[in-house]
T-cell receptor
């Protein structure tokens, strides 16, 4: 079974802090993704990565950055946390789509509160 | 502009009956569609998918139907069970854009015993 692990289930930070969310997958997947989930809006893609040191902006990248130094690890960084970044953050991974239709596998999420 | 829409935010159904969840999309480049199920405090789990070359895919109690001309897909759950109570997300992908998924807003299903 694919295992996607997010380092924290709950996190509380203050406005202006730099926040790091970590995600690790154990299936040697090329693709990794960061989403945020808000009520009624579904999951919205923040950033994704096709390979080590590669990153692409998703639909809502403003205020975020990412780092992928190793294949199994994908970090989401909130450069200066703001209250509108309070949300559920979900990490996912998948095999490259060129290997056929591959679903994304998700971690359990980090519920982040910015005070 | 939401490219994937689930117009029913919630659905209540009696145990043993059919649950039908609907999803509409606008991007004609989408060619792969997925349904995910999400329980509170857990990540979404993959349920079933369908490629645009098909119009139906079945897996046990779950069947997904795709109507490309209407840009509409639906998920049927028969028979519905209390454990099916969850939020269901429809997602779509355009292969030319890689493995990025675009999600709908979700439908909360409650199966009553």
């Amino acid at each position: 079974d694919v295992k996607v692990t997010q380092s924290s289930r709950y996190l509380v930070k203050r406005t202006g802090e730099k926040v790091f969310l970590e995600c690790v997958q154990d299936m040697d997947h090329e693709n990794m993704f960061w989403y945020r989930q808000d009520p009624g809006l579904g999951l919205r893609l923040i950033y994704f990565s096709y390979d080590v040191k590669m990153k692409e902006k998703g639909d809502i990248p403003e205020g975020y950055s990412v780092s992928r130094e190793k294949k199994e690890r994908f970090s989401l960084i909130l450069e200066s946390a703001s209250t509108n970044q309070t949300s559920m953050y979900l990490c996912a991974s998948s095999l490259i789509h060129l290997r056929g239709n591959q679903p994304q596998h998700f971690g359990d999420g980090t519920r982040l509160s910015i005070l | 502009d939401q490219q994937v829409k689930q117009n029913s935010p919630s659905l209540s159904v009696q145990e043993g009956r059919i649950s039908i969840l609907n999803c509409d999309y606008t991007n004609s480049m989408f060619d792969y569609f997925l349904w995910y199920k999400k329980y509170p405090a857990e990540g979404p789990t993959f349920l079933i998918s369908i490629s645009s070359i098909k119009d139906k895919n079945e897996d046990g109690r779950f069947t997904v139907f795709l109507n490309k001309s209407a840009k509409h897909l639906s998920l049927h759950i028969v028979p519905s069970q209390p454990g099916d109570s969850a939020v269901y997300f429809c997602a779509a992908r355009a292969t030319a854009a890689g493995n990025k998924l675009t999600f709908g807003g979700g439908t909360r299903v409650l199966v009553k015993p």
